[in-house]
């Protein structure tokens, strides 16, 4: 916070802290975000911050007196000699008394380089944070894999988040000292703010420090500053009181199930049953009546929505959802299928939403599924959008592997969002399938590699990817690709009504697709079933030949 000296009133005010001992005696030490390093000035104004772990035996050592316990630079890993006796130790925070630094600050002395300070590595390892340099802070992940902000890095401050230190202090049976001095300067002398000279020390159950007023002895030239009042002590934050590490061996006993929807019974009622694997039947005789494990329950498509949205954390995959760790049954003409026990695998959270999106049981899972998960056989996927991204993939490599270049260029990084959300529309709205249409022109038409293929052509001037291509192929001696020319120019009308309004040129596709007789998601099937063609028939004239 920033003061500007302004009157003998405000200056008197601020010299007497007394907004700082309410903050002291109440505040400090139990908000969300604890500062553990800080330093900030102004004209008027000096603050600083520091802390240090403290073995719970020294407790009333440390707040018998105001001073720091460690000082800036203090604690790293060192030697400790003792003149008494000639000995030397090692100490891995160069502090006999237990004492530790939670912020290691490091300098280089005539070098140049700035000093910085940083949180020490054991609290960061300890909770697996990430390091974010870009946006300074680190942060920890769920086991959902949501973010939550724990550092927060300024270069004149570090905080934490008080429920990690809590936790943090409660596994070392430490207390964390938060130290402060904290200077105010006036214009005024003491007389005429009429306060007097003060030196006192002020005590409470886990805090102490010392308050005095001076005035400056000996006031420099040009200098206005004339009297000022100190603060500097410390807090002391402990532990959880109630806190229970779990074992990497534990069972997690307290983790919570949630029911899904497995069967009707004669009525029509839903038939719901508990998620927990260990409740379950399987083929080795556990818990018979129970439910079987590979117990399929169903849900609406637009459960993977939230995870196509996101291509950074997830990737939903033929037969499996990635990021998530669940075989999915994705092949499905209209659900996506999961076995009950699978479920009982994801977060309470994680359950709760595709608790959300479940249905009354449907048949049953593709033979796609159940060829591979009961018969061991290799299958190829059947729903268009899972066969497509199959063949486009096996196509990609076998045409670099022959030519030495990649007739679709691969996506930048940048870029990979549009192939890896590539899908049947999961909803019947424009929005979505325009973005499909999107996606699949960014694969197909945007990737076409120019470059090379206009090496083998000779009109090249003012064309097009698509004219290129066409080019290319009665270069290469292929006559009967105009079929497959007309469909990636009707999918370039289509995008044409995604990046600018939708005219003529959109309606010519929508036509050539038939948008007008079938919903979103069966012509967009139907358009992957061209791409699909388009891959064999290339596949067929440049890759099957010797």
Known sequence: MVYQSSSKKGDKARLLFEDWNKYVESTLGTEPWIIVYAYHKDNYERMAYYSALIPRSMREQVLSKNDWDLLLGWGRPGHIYYGQTNEEKYFRFGNDEGIEPLVVYRSFPGTGMKSYAEVSEEFRHYFSLYDDAKHKKYIAFDEDGEPEDVIVLDENEIKIKLRYIKEFLTNKDMYLALFFEHDRDSIYSLKELELPKISKTIKGENFIYDYYTADLEFIPEGEKTKSFARVMGKKMIEGLKDYKPLSIWSTNENKKYVSFIIDTDNEGKDIEYICNPKKLSNYFGANPGAPHYLTSVFFKREVLGKYYADPNRFSVEDGYLRGRGLRIDNN???????????????????????????????????????????????????????????????????????????????????????????????????????????????????????????????????????????????????????????????????????????????????????????????????????????????????????
Not at 365 to 385: H, M, W
Not at 441 to 463: C, F, G, P, V, Y
């Open 332 to 546: 499905h003409e209209k659900y996506v299928i999961v076995f009950l026990g699978d479920l009982g695998y994801l977060s309470e959270k994680e359950q709760l939403y595709w608790k959300s999106y479940n249905v009354h049981s449907d048949g049953v899972i593709s033979k796609v599924t159940f060829k591979r998960g009961f018969l061991a056989q290799f299958t190829d996927p059947e729903r268009e959008d899972l066969l497509f991204k199959y063949k486009f993939e096996i196509f990609k490599n076998k045409w670099f592997k022959k030519f030495n270049w990649y007739l679709f260029k691969p996506f930048l990084e940048q870029d990979e969002h549009f192939y890896t959300s590539l899908r049947i529309p999961l909803s019947e709205n424009q929005l979505e399938f325009d973005q499909q249409i999107l996606s699949l022109t960014k694969t197909l038409i945007d990737s076409l590699n120019e470059e090379k293929i206009s090496e083998s052509i000779t009109k090249k001037e003012n064309q097009g990817g698509i004219t290129k291509l066409e080019e290319y192929l009665k270069a290469r001696g292929v006559s009967n690709g105009n079929q497959q020319i007309i469909f990636l120019r009707r999918l370039q009308d289509l995008r044409d009504g995604v990046g600018h309004r939708k005219g003529t040129k959109y309606l010519r596709g929508a036509s050539y697709f038939r948008l007008a007789e079938n919903n979103f998601s069966e012509v967009y099937g139907e358009i992957l079933n061209q791409a699909i063609q388009l891959l064999d028939f290339l596949e067929q004239h440049f890759l099957d030949l010797k």
